[in-house]
């Protein structure tokens, strides 16, 4: 298969794709066409474990890999998860499920991918036969970093720099990044926010005299964020496993259709879901939760992206985001692959800042999509209640989608047209990834100590705390710079040696 810019240009192999992370001219990689998954084939699938779920789908983008080598590269990255099953499917009660994706060695969502992407970029170098040092750049709002650290360290032949807002992570997630190991690993806080840091990454990519310097350097760069479609395309494997549970486990039928909703900052894990839709997963609505960043809930609802407008920090960090990088690879989906309106409206968004839908596209969302956002009471409100109800602890950004989700599930209740339909929660994160908010949301009470509050939701809810946070109470930070915006790209090249 080959895949082609949202801006334009000539398709490239998945191999290339991967390689580059990002299209010439800023655009991102999608497929050339999408894939179909028959009838047939998504009855294989039920009698399948995750990592052959996985291999299965990514065959269908990645033909150049073999199946053989997919299936052992997903079996050993998903054999370092928690439990025998990588994404499992827990039912609240009849109608309501939580697609668990925090089993992996971060204990966030970001895992499902970033486990694999090492191996997808090491033999996609392999093929193209690249012999240059690759720098893999990330900015992340909190998990991405970690996962990708995680994934690359040690790596041979591979340098990776991550930058996070300095302020705009939790204390959790900002100790999982800097105590990393490796001699291969750079970690910078960015005075500003995640867009302030994914901006400036940007930048760096669309820049010939960047990209010139690091060559001469002899490194190419790379991106572990999900605008790479090596790391976007192997999280549609868990929107058919969970669907593919659903059947097995005698809740649906074959073929009825599904309800997900997405806790959404940079539109990657939800665009994935409705990649698996334009596959042929029988998927009803996309459920799009925002906080109070609520930047998309005004998009989908009124066909208008304005990303001037206040930045707040919340208790769900990870979706403290304004520029949605993945929302383009939709809108040139429903611009009928219009490379031309793409860029222009990308253009808008950089200056003067937002740009809009016509008539027919927002009509043609609306279909598929369902947006809404949740406060930061509205959060803390649904995490205690749903412990109440249920016993089970969500994470603060889960509890955005699972607020935003009961809204719609109200809403479409009332409409006495619609027919009842299951619907998925997809948890990102465990609880224990932002302590102190969620036992906040828990008791009323703050700690000023993530450990802390590590110790007392695990007192009152006793839910196992995953080893790899519980050892960071004794490593050290290794990393302490912090830097502006537009000394970023100095960074990069002091780290590139």
Same mark, same amino acid.
């Given at each position: 298969?080959?895949?082609?810019?949202?801006?334009?240009? =000539?398709?490239?192999?998945?191999?290339?794709?991967?390689?580059?992370?990002? =299209? /010439?001219?800023?655009?991102?990689?999608?497929?050339?066409?999408?894939?179909?998954? #028959?009838?047939? %084939?998504?009855?294989?699938?039920?009698?399948?474990?995750?990592?052959?779920?996985? $291999?299965?789908?990514?065959?269908?983008?990645?033909?150049?890999?073999?199946?053989?080598?997919?299936?052992?590269?997903?079996?050993?990255?998903?054999?370092?998860? /928690?439990? %025998?099953?990588?994404?499992?499917?827990?039912?609240?009660?009849?109608?309501?499920?939580?697609?668990?994706?925090?089993?992996?060695?971060?204990?966030?969502?970001?895992?499902?991918? @970033?486990?694999? @992407?090492?191996?997808?970029? !090491?033999?996609?170098?392999?093929?193209?036969?690249?012999?240059?040092?690759?720098?893999?750049?990330?900015?992340?709002?909190?998990?991405?970093?970690?996962?990708?650290?995680?994934?690359?360290?040690?790596?041979?032949?591979?340098?990776?720099?991550?930058?996070?807002?300095?302020?705009?992570?939790?204390?959790?997630?900002?100790?999982?990044?800097?105590?990393?190991?490796?001699? &291969?690993?750079?970690?910078?806080?960015? +005075?500003?926010?995640?867009?302030?840091?994914?901006?400036?990454?940007?930048?760096?990519? !669309? #820049?010939?005299?960047?990209?010139? +310097?690091?060559?001469?350097?002899?490194?190419?760069?790379?991106?572990?964020?999900?605008?790479?479609?090596?790391?976007?395309?192997?999280?549609?494997?868990?929107?058919?496993?969970?669907?593919?549970?659903?059947?097995?486990?005698?809740?649906?039928?074959?073929?009825? =259709?599904?309800? *997900?909703?997405?806790?959404?900052?940079?539109?990657?894990?939800?665009?994935?879901?409705?990649?698996?839709?334009?596959?042929?997963?029988?998927?009803?609505?996309?459920?799009?939760?925002?906080?109070?960043?609520?930047?998309?809930?005004?998009?989908?609802?009124?066909?208008?992206?304005?990303? +001037?407008?206040?930045?707040?920090?919340?208790?769900?960090?990870?979706?403290?985001?304004?520029?949605?990088?993945?929302?383009?690879? @939709?809108?040139?989906?429903?611009?009928?692959?219009?490379? $031309?309106?793409?860029?222009?409206?990308?253009?808008?968004?950089?200056?003067?800042?937002?740009?809009?839908?016509?008539?027919?596209?927002?009509?043609?969302? #609306?279909?598929? *999509?369902?947006?809404?956002?949740?406060?930061?009471?509205?959060?803390?409100?649904?995490?205690?209640?749903?412990?109440?109800?249920? &016993?089970?602890?969500?994470?603060?950004?889960?509890?955005?989608?699972?607020?935003?989700? !009961?809204?719609?599930? !109200?809403?479409?209740?009332?409409?006495?047209?619609?027919?009842?339909?299951?619907?998925?929660?997809?948890?990102?994160?465990?609880?224990?990834?932002?302590?102190?908010?969620?036992?906040?949301?828990?008791?009323?009470?703050?700690?000023?100590?993530?450990?802390?509050?590590?110790?007392?939701?695990?007192?009152?809810?006793?839910?196992?705390?995953?080893?790899?946070?519980? $050892?960071?109470?004794?490593?050290?930070?290794?990393? +302490?710079?912090?830097?502006?915006?537009?000394?970023? *790209?100095?960074?990069?090249?002091?780290?590139?040696?």
């Amino acid at each position: 298969m080959k895949f082609i810019s949202t801006r334009g240009g =000539a398709a490239v192999s998945g191999a290339e794709a991967i390689v580059r992370g990002m =299209a /010439e001219g800023g655009g991102l990689y999608v497929p050339e066409t999408f894939p179909s998954v #028959s009838a047939e %084939e998504l009855e294989q699938l039920l009698s399948m474990n995750y990592p052959e779920r996985t $291999a299965f789908l990514l065959g269908k983008f990645l033909d150049e890999f073999p199946q053989d080598e997919l299936l052992a590269t997903l079996n050993a990255a998903y054999g370092r998860f /928690e439990g %025998e099953d990588p994404a499992p499917l827990v039912r609240i009660e009849d109608g309501l499920f939580l697609l668990e994706l925090f089993h992996g060695p971060t204990c966030a969502f970001k895992d499902m991918a @970033l486990a694999v @992407l090492p191996y997808l970029l !090491r033999k996609s170098c392999e093929r193209l036969g690249v012999k240059e040092k690759m720098l893999v750049l990330t900015a992340t709002s909190g998990d991405t970093g970690k996962a990708a650290l995680e994934g690359f360290a040690g790596a041979e032949g591979v340098q990776i720099a991550v930058f996070y807002p300095e302020e705009g992570v939790s204390k959790m997630q900002k100790l999982q990044m800097v105590t990393q190991d490796g001699e &291969n690993v750079d970690v910078v806080g960015v +005075k500003g926010n995640f867009d302030d840091c994914q901006s400036a990454v940007k930048k760096i990519f !669309r #820049s010939q005299e960047c990209r010139d +310097k690091l060559r001469e350097k002899g490194v190419l760069l790379t991106t572990a964020n999900s605008v790479n479609i090596g790391r976007l395309l192997p999280q549609i494997a868990y929107y058919f496993s969970a669907y593919c549970d659903l059947v097995t486990s005698g809740q649906i039928a074959m073929g009825d =259709a599904v309800d *997900f909703a997405v806790p959404t900052g940079n539109f990657g894990n939800i665009l994935a879901g409705d990649y698996a839709r334009r596959m042929g997963l029988p998927v009803g609505t996309l459920v799009c939760a925002s906080n109070r960043n609520n930047v998309l809930t005004d998009f989908f609802r009124k066909g208008v992206y304005d990303k +001037k407008r206040p930045f707040y920090r919340t208790m769900s960090p990870s979706m403290d985001i304004l520029v949605s990088s993945n929302l383009e690879r @939709l809108l040139f989906e429903i611009s009928g692959r219009d490379s $031309a309106l793409t860029i222009e409206r990308m253009r808008s968004l950089a200056n003067p800042g937002r740009y809009s839908l016509r008539a027919e596209e927002l009509k043609a969302l #609306s279909q598929n *999509f369902y947006a809404g956002y949740a406060s930061e009471e509205d959060t803390v409100e649904c995490v205690y209640e749903f412990f109440e109800e249920f &016993n089970y602890p969500l994470d603060t950004h889960t509890g955005v989608a699972m607020h935003v989700a !009961r809204e719609y599930c !109200r809403k479409r209740a009332e409409d006495i047209h619609a027919e009842p339909r299951p619907m998925v929660v997809v948890s990102t994160a465990s609880p224990y990834k932002c302590p102190q908010a969620v036992y906040y949301a828990l008791t009323g009470n703050d700690v000023k100590d993530s450990f802390k509050g590590v110790k007392r939701i695990h007192l009152i809810t006793a839910m196992k705390v995953p080893e790899s946070l519980r $050892a960071l109470r004794y490593k050290a930070p290794r990393f +302490k710079t912090v830097l502006s915006p537009d000394k970023i *790209f100095e960074e990069v090249l002091h780290f590139a040696g």
